[in-house]
């Protein structure tokens, strides 16, 4: 899988409603040189996320949006293929934010070295990168879980949710998980060690998950929004801490939803119970960063954190699995395999 | 006015929407005697508040309903008229909750006593009581106001509001009210020392709330919802705190408001602004009640806290004085004269 090309995927048009493959472009030109003070990389992995769906779209956020024409940005794994910054050789292997490319020339501020002997690279975009890191400060640090309270998470099968359900567990709650698809339930209870899980595929959602938190719920760590948040609203116990970490069924969305409008009902149960809704994007809470690597690992070897990874082949394959995964159809981190791992 | 007979308001039927004459019934019967370990109480003054609305309706929340027939619920200052109970004798003047009435037995477990020589006794009801504890915790604790911030509250003239945007002075903030008439935003502005006051009756609300908040806004003390919460959020900075302490604009409300739902919208500011909003309830937070005391009387005592008080005479008016709070209609905080003040 060695390119001799630089191939790179561009945003064609800002997608309306659900991205489609024309909004997706694969170019080629020649594989670029590093200049003085710049390095030259081989993308090994890319890190496919929910959030770049709002990257898609012109407006002003939390980051700049892409540009028709511009390189779509992601998270990445590579390899320097020829370096002229002190401190990276050729062979080192570090994580970055190059973005859906074959290759990128850097100036290495933005990337940070992987040791290939203590995890699997491919681990720095998720349970030991910017998912793992998410789910360990929205549980953590926003959702606040104390023993024997009931945590409720969405997307309970992905890259962040199943880090936070097995993050709760290890915070001696109970663990409750939303997911689609019965298999994802399944691994959630059976690998993970959720106390239970419920699909919201199943018409009685609402009743299935005040079922599954017959004691209510105290923190509802929330990926997705839409009609799961509001059947986890109804079940939030006085005080309950509701960290926002992303509304994926909403990403598409060109208008507001039709009404009756939810948010007065929203407010009232927010003063009555006294609830805490607190969004967070991850990049505020660098500081937590050193205690995350260290407790994160710390887990992982002793095995009390699992994790999973949904591998695509070929940059080419990107736009189609990134569209996947706004429908739910990725099982764990997706990932695209852009090019050969050294370390396998 | 002493009466010699006990006279109480009732509730005669759960409102449908705004609260009318018929929903209440004046009775009267005769004066109670205390039995043993209790005492005999002459309501001086009583508090209406917003928060009795929401009691009116046949619906579980923080606080048991009022139930037809039973007596209005309600904060009132009151004369000992006997006692069986130690420590409390004839002619002490007490704060507690015991409704709209003229006389109440008490336990006297609810019941402080309060100092005539320290504060006007009606100030137990306002701005030392419960409005000005709920502004205190809310703005101090909830919203945690740093110097040069920008703190915008509504209802700015109220009990609360009022309280709220003085604390914030102090606090070394811009402060913005937005209150209904115009001689209430003066009066923010004129007497209380808001930097600007704009009306949420002026149709070009948000665009006036901007020109007043040109930094943006890092606190909304919500007491209303509705059109002033929708004008404020779409000011909020990244990291601003949304203290909810009520929501008057839709304690009438028996159904939904209309489409579209606002709710998504709203989340994926709390999302992408990191966005902190927080319920809460006075009664959660008295482990702040003595701070709150010795600095609020101090403020009071060195001119820093002003404070407005709205006075209707007679039992019999507290049902139209009500109707008329829910609609804003009152100007400072709004208490029935019940019965002769002693100290005056």
Chains 1, 2 share one sequence.
């Not at 949006?65 to 390899?79: A, H, P």
Request: negative net charge.
């Amino acid at each position: 899988m060695s390119e001799s090309k630089h191939r790179r995927i561009t945003l064609a048009a800002h997608p309306q409603g659900a991205p489609k493959d024309s909004d997706f472009s694969l170019t080629e030109d020649a594989v670029p040189s590093p200049g003085s003070g710049e390095l030259l990389l081989r993308t090994i992995y890319l890190s496919l996320d929910p959030y770049m769906r709002g990257r898609m779209n012109p407006v002003k956020s939390y980051s700049p949006f892409v540009e028709v024409g511009e390189t779509m940005v992601g998270g990445t794994v590579s390899e320097v293929l020829s370096s002229n910054i002190d401190g990276f050789t050729a062979g080192d292997l570090v994580v970055g934010y190059t973005g859906w490319q074959s290759h990128a020339v850097d100036n290495g501020k933005g990337l940070r070295k992987l040791d290939p002997d203590a995890a699997p690279i491919s681990t720095a975009l998720g349970i030991l990168g910017m998912p793992g890191h998410t789910a360990y400060v929205g549980l953590l640090d926003i959702g606040r879980p104390q023993p024997g309270e009931t945590v409720v998470v969405s997307a309970a099968s992905g890259a962040v949710g199943s880090a936070v359900g097995q993050l709760a567990r290890i915070k001696q709650c109970r663990i409750v998980g939303v997911a689609g698809a019965p298999r994802k339930c399944r691994y959630a209870v059976e690998e993970l060690g959720f106390d239970a899980c419920v699909s919201h595929l199943d018409a009685d959602l609402p009743a299935r998950l005040a079922q599954a938190c017959p004691q209510g719920v105290d923190v509802y760590y929330d990926n997705v929004g839409g009609k799961v948040l509001a059947a986890a609203f109804d079940l939030l116990n006085v005080a309950a801490r509701v960290p926002i970490c992303g509304m994926i069924s909403h990403y598409n969305d060109s208008l507001p939803p039709p009404g009756p409008d939810s948010l007065p009902k929203f407010l009232r149960g927010v003063l009555t119970r006294r609830l805490t809704i607190q969004g967070f994007i991850i990049f505020d809470h660098q500081h937590r960063w050193n205690d995350f690597q260290d407790d994160m690992a710390g887990w992982i070897r002793d095995g009390r954190i699992k994790y999973r990874e949904d591998f695509v082949d070929g940059l080419e394959k990107a736009p189609g699995a990134f569209q996947g995964l706004l429908k739910g159809h990725n099982f764990g981190k997706l990932i695209v395999r852009v090019g050969d791992d050294p370390t396998l």
